[in-house]
């Protein structure tokens, strides 16, 4: 199934050898920086991005922090289900590491075996950055940055092809969008019922915030009994 033109013509392959020629040309502390980025520091950088929105919900509270922290629950869930999907997509396809085929790239992360198509970093990294644009569209926007950032990383690591990443990402896009409906009924109720826990509330709203919420929702109706009293003592 895997059919990959070994011409330079290809446009994939072209692509492909301008992004990795860039690590030729790079000194040799930033390839070991882009490294270490590229296999683990980007997929840090989002887990701690999804924390970091979490806690803002839960911290500002809201008619939408139910919601919200659903979508964020959801995104992880979205991610490990978009790999399991690539799992047979990469079988099924069965296209080899680019640098099998092509000479001359400067792969920084060696002995890697498995498919290339497509990118689980991709892959995991956009579907994450989705959930997030679905929970919050300013840590989304961050986060599908960052998923941007991952693809480019894979493709100048000399460990896949620019499709590969463009697979990825759609990949985690379809999973995380396509199937949010689904999610979101069943996660926002069972999200709302921790809410009501006095032990697990704090998951959804912080103290202050549900405390604030309390609050909030008595003030009218001391505004309302204030104004009976007025009226009975003008009659």
């Known amino acids: 199934m895997a059919v990959l033109a070994e011409s330079g013509s290809n446009p994939d392959v072209g692509l492909l050898y301008d992004i990795n020629g860039l690590a030729k040309d790079a000194p040799h502390w930033f390839d070991r920086v882009m490294e270490f980025v590229g296999e ?25 922090a139910v919601s919200s922290v659903a979508a964020l629950v959801w ?5 490990g289900l978009a790999v399991l999907v690539n ?18 790239l400067d792969v ?12 689980d970093h991709a892959t995991i990294t ?17 986060g599908i940055g960052l998923a941007l950032l991952e693809g480019f990383c894979r493709v100048y690591m000399g460990v896949h092809y620019p499709t590969d990443v463009v697979g990825g990402f759609a990949l985690g896009t379809a999973v995380a969008l396509l199937l949010s409906p689904a999610a979101m009924a069943l996660l926002t109720p069972l999200m709302r019922a921790v809410e009501r826990s006095p032990r697990a509330g704090w998951i959804v709203r912080s103290r202050a915030a549900r405390d604030g919420g309390r609050d909030g929702a008595l003030l009218p109706g001391a505004r309302h009994s204030v104004e009976n009293e007025e009226r009975d003592l003008a009659a």
Request: hydrophobic letters at 50%.
């Open 108 to 119: 920084l992360v060696p002995g890697k075996t498995d498919f290339s198509f497509v990118s």
């Open 126 to 142: 956009m579907a994450l950055g989705v959930g997030l644009f679905v929970a919050n569209r300013r840590f989304g926007v961050a």
């Open 87 to 104: 799992i047979p997509i990469r079988g099924f396809v069965g296209r080899p590491r680019p640098f099998v085929d092509h000479q001359g």
């Open 40 to 64: 683990y520091g980007l997929l840090l950088a989002m887990v701690l991005l999804v924390v970091w929105c979490w806690w803002s919900v839960r911290r500002r509270g809201g008619e939408d």
């Open 75 to 79: 995104a992880p869930l979205a991610a």
